[in-house]
Nanobody, 115 residues
Framework: QVQLVESGGGLVQPVESLRLSCAAS????????VGWYRQSPGKERELVAS???????HYLDSVKGRLTNSRDTANNTVYLQMKSRKSEDTAVYYC?????????WGQGNQVTVSS
């Protein structure tokens, strides 16, 4: 069974660059699309970015131009590069398939954008 482990969050200034990593325990070539989800306090979890096995990316309108999704198939890792962050980007970030697989949800990674 594949496990997905997120890393790379923390407290950052809005102008600082930040990269989240999602490492898979097995080959992610078998996963069609990997997505980054986030959940802010009091809000439902939302899909903010995704990347297909053919490297086609999709983004939530509010993050377009600020978040970049990429994948390294050889290392079974998906990345989310964040720049020009806004306060609304403060959330716990998760990676999972699209649509999400219930058993793949991990602990997530807290990203806090300081004002």
């Amino acid at each position: 069974q594949v496990q997905l482990v997120e890393s790379g969050g923390g407290l950052v200034q809005p102008v600082e660059s930040l990269r989240l990593s999602c490492a898979a325990s097995a080959s992610i070539c078998t996963i069609i699309t990997v997505g980054w989800y986030r959940q802010s306090p009091g809000k439902e979890r939302e899909l903010v970015a995704s990347i297909t096995r053919t490297f086609i990316t999709h983004y939530l309108d509010s993050v377009k131009g600020r978040l970049t999704n990429s994948r390294d198939t050889a290392n079974n890792t998906v990345y989310l590069q964040m720049k020009s962050r806004k306060s609304e980007d403060t959330a716990v970030y998760y990676c999972n398939t699209v649509p999400p697989t219930p058993t793949y949800w991990g602990q997530g990674n807290q990203v806090t954008v300081s004002s």
